[in-house]
């Protein structure tokens, strides 16, 4: 059974996409792409021969066919694939950010979900424009993992979005705003300036909650 993460992924996959699953680990998400049909072609990579062993293992057994590469993230993908969809989630921001500096240029739709440093992916996305379409966070083992396609259609951001995201989750960002309230109380009276940054987020994810409640 495909947890609640790859399935959410899977669920921005369109029929027409050929896509590729970099990071694949056991290859549920390519599995369950395939046996359901959800996309015009699908293949699979890894940075690690275990993982690609696993995976390819997990596909035998499905009887199917697909295929899979053992990459440090595009460096042994063939170029000749036709890609137009690149998935990438369970690593982390800088391992993400990195394998898409050898991102190919015809390939404009990304599906993203990183286990930390959200900030920094939306900033960085932005800069290099890949804009944040759609974003889903989801909770899953008591943690949240917001999960956002990007395309290269223009898609305006603020400052408080390119901190925070762009998903409705107000669960999320109330999270958010009682781990920042949790800080405060923590952070030592003389250190004012740390103070001051901090106060300034909560007041920041005050008005971000209060702009999505009104947005109901
Ligand atoms: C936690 S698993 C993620 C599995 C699945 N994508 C998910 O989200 O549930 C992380 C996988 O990323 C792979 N990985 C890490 N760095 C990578 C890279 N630079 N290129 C390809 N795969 C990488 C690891 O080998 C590991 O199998």
Not at 186 to 200: D, F, G, V
Request: hydrophobic share 35%.
């Amino acid at each position: 059974m495909l947890n609640l993460k790859l399935k959410t992924i899977a669920s921005l996959i369109n029929k027409d996409d050929i896509v590729i699953d970099m990071a694949c680990d056991h290859a549920y998400l390519a599995i369950y792409l395939k046996k359901n049909n959800l996309a015009k072609e699908v293949y699979a990579s890894d940075i690690s021969k275990n993982a690609l062993m696993n995976a390819n293992k997990n596909i035998k057994e499905n009887n199917l066919h697909i295929k899979t590469y053992l990459s440090d993230g595009f460096k042994n993908i063939p170029l000749n694939l036709n890609l137009n969809t690149v998935i990438i989630a369970g690593v982390g921001t800088t391992t993400i950010l990195s394998i898409l500096k050898d991102l190919p240029a015809n390939i404009n739709k990304l599906i993203i979900s990183s286990n930390n440093d959200y900030e920094l992916l939306y900033q960085e996305m932005f800069k290099h424009k890949f804009y944040n379409t759609k974003e889903i966070v989801i909770k899953e083992n008591n943690k949240y993992y917001p999960i956002i396609l990007y395309t290269k259609d223009y898609q305006k951001e603020t400052k408080l979005t390119l901190k925070y995201g762009k998903s409705n989750n107000l669960e999320y960002y109330n999270y958010l705003l009682t781990k920042k309230q949790e800080i405060l109380k923590h952070i030592p009276h003389h250190k004012l300036l740390t103070k001051y940054k901090i106060i300034k987020e909560i007041i920041n994810l005050k008005k971000l909650i209060k702009e999505k409640t009104l947005d109901y």
